[in-house]
């Protein structure tokens, strides 16, 4: 199975900050990699698919970047409804799998 | 608009088996996949398994042995019943469209204890 290895788990930031979440993929993954917002009780929302395409409806302060092994979601300047905990999906081959999630806050 | 949405029990009982139902709307399940995902307090997010448009499934061997995906197209659902059930499939279990996974149902918590 392909293990990914998501970092930090943890984030705090201020509003307007650049944030950087990484997941790193055991082997090559091509781009098949889709990156998730989950808030509090509701539906993991749908960021980033394969990579780096910004899925419709979704702010351009979000943006992805990799392939292989090595992925970055990015939020170019934080805003306080960002709060929420986000996770990378690779479906390059089953059994898919998932990152362990990084919670961000606002400092 | 694409909505998914997850009804289960709530609560079953070790060795019992859960049933879940995901109703759609807004698309075809002739025309996409269906995947089944959980988020369990000891392993976190882990795909189960999927239906295809054309109706055959994959399992994750985690769960093979127990897991049944099913749907009826008459009337937009998906089901997931896994039987043998312990403890550790306490989670929230989550349906999910498409090979892309691009919109998922709120999920539903599942409590398995006596």
Redesign the interface.
């Known amino acids: 199975d392909i293990q990914m290895t998501q970092s930090p788990s943890f984030l705090s930031a201020s509003v307007g900050d650049r944030v950087t979440i990484n997941c790193k993929a055991s082997q090559n993954i091509n781009r098949y990699l889709?990156w998730?917002q989950q808030k509090l009780?509701?539906?993991?929302?749908?960021l980033i698919?394969?990579a780096n395409s910004l899925?419709t409806g979704i702010p351009s302060r979000f943006s992805g970047s990799g392939s292989g092994t090595d992925f970055t979601l990015t939020i170019s300047s934080l805003q306080p409804e960002d709060v929420a905990t986000y996770?990378c999906?690779q479906?390059n081959s089953?059994?898919?799998?998932?990152g362990?999630?990084t919670k961000l806050e606002i400092k | 608009q694409v909505q998914l949405k997850e009804t289960g029990p709530g609560l079953v009982q070790p060795t019992q088996t859960l049933s879940i139902t995901c109703t759609v709307s807004g698309f075809s399940l002739t025309s996409y996949y269906m995947q089944w995902v959980r988020q369990t307090p000891g392993k976190g997010l882990e795909w189960m398994g999927f239906i295809r448009s054309g109706g055959s499934t994959e399992y994750n061997s985690e769960f093979k042995s127990r897991l049944s995906i099913s749907r009826d197209t008459s009337k937009n659902q998906v089901f997931l019943k896994m039987n043998s059930l312990k403890t550790e499939d306490t989670g929230v279990y989550y349906c999910a469209r498409e090979s892309g996974f691009d919109y998922w149902g709120q999920g539903v918590m599942v409590t398995v204890s006596s």
């Open positions: 889709n998730y009780g509701e539906a993991p929302k749908l698919y394969n899925q996770f999906l479906h089953w059994p898919f799998t998932f362990s999630g």
